[in-house]
């Protein structure tokens, strides 16, 4: 799976990217025909709190699964995120068998 990380409001702060590659490897041992999966991350400021913003889109033959979440930290908007896409990578694979 090609998995391109991006960050288009980066203030100086470093994106854990190599927390987005560790929690996304696992899904090539769940299903090892997914083509890509584009992951955003923001960092939203207003004037109450400060809020991070994650979405994915993964590519499977037939079908494009897509999660967003916002949270307080990015551990738990990118654990909402790929809890979200497990579920209905899941469907989709259980889809495809019935199918058969």
Known sequence: MNLHIESPHKNGEPIPETLVQK???HFDKLYDRIEYCN??????KNDVNTSFFIEAAMKVPRNTLF??????????ALDKVVN????????HKDKLRENR
């Open 67 to 76: 999660s967003s979440n916002r949270a307080g930290s990015f551990e738990q």
């Open 23 to 25: 929690r996304f490897e």
């Open 39 to 44: 992951v955003v991350l923001y960092k939203e």
């Open 84 to 91: 979200d896409l497990e579920s209905q990578l899941r469907r």
